[in-house]
């Protein structure tokens, strides 16, 4: 079998650049090991996915999020492998139609005062009989806080944990929300 791990290189990145050009791909230069060199993100990810690799990290295990700053891939759970990239894609639409926005609503409504990410997930794993692993609980009650807070329901109090590219790119690792008032 051939090796078709490929390596994004970061171009020059401007200090007006498009944040999310950035984070999804842009500024970059794909090659993969097997010597061939791709036009852009999406024939690296066409690429990736024909030999079996991860079209997210594109069989690296990492994803580069900024230059300076990279995590290992939650796609694919850092095996750089497709097969494990379907497995939690499919997870990952399960626990959309099991977690919905009425549970997650319900479950927070009693909760008076700051509360964590990690808190509301564990509630949710726990009201719910998840056993830890078998699906992305805190990536989609995540998404779900996210949500009612652009709609207003909840506010984000914490800080980020890093700027990763000034205050347009932002980390936060365990944020806290609060119920909006009035």
């Not at 498009?18 to 842009?26: M, S, Y």
């Amino acid at each position: 079998m051939r090796k078709h791990t490929i390596t994004a290189l970061w171009e020059e990145v401007p200090d007006d650049a498009d944040d999310l050009v950035l984070v999804r791909g842009g500024f970059r230069v794909y090659l993969c090991v097997c010597g061939r060199q791709l036009a852009d993100r999406a024939a690296a990810e066409l690429h990736a996915a024909e030999t079996d690799q991860c079209t997210t990290c594109l069989g690296t295990t990492v994803q580069d999020i900024v230059p300076g700053f990279s995590q290992p891939c939650t796609a694919c759970a850092g095996t750089g492998r497709r097969r494990a990239q379907l497995t939690w894609q499919l997870a990952h639409a399960e626990a959309e139609s099991v977690i919905t926005v009425e549970i997650v609503r319900g479950l927070i409504a009693g909760l008076t005062g700051p509360f964590r990410l990690s808190e509301v997930a564990d509630l949710v794993r726990e009201t719910l009989h998840l056993p830890v692993g078998r699906l992305p609980v805190g990536p989609r009650v995540r998404d779900i806080l996210r949500g009612l807070e652009a709609q207003g329901e909840l506010v984000l109090i914490s800080a980020p944990d890093e700027l990763l590219r000034g205050t347009s790119v932002m980390l936060y690792r365990d944020p806290y929300w609060e119920h909006a008032t009035g």
